[in-house]
């Protein structure tokens, strides 16, 4: 296994597992109505300004 930092081109497949990671892990201890209004757009939109700013930082 190789870690390695993300890169701009990680944040649509960050965003999909951090999406079905919470809806998988909270399901039945967060609401329903949350859990499915959970967005890999907006995640992944999340995702590309923090690893901009990762990248920014250098």
């Not at 890169?7 to 649509?12: F, L, N, R, T, Y």
């Not at 967060?30 to 939109?45: H, K, P, W």
């Amino acid at each position: 296994m190789q870690i390695r930092k993300a890169m701009a081109g990680d944040a649509p497949g960050i965003a999909r597992v951090h999406v079905d990671s919470w809806r998988t892990a909270y399901q039945g201890i967060i609401s329903d109505t949350y859990l499915s209004s959970l967005s890999v757009q907006a995640r992944q939109n999340m995702w590309e300004h923090a690893i901009g700013q990762l990248t920014a930082d250098k």
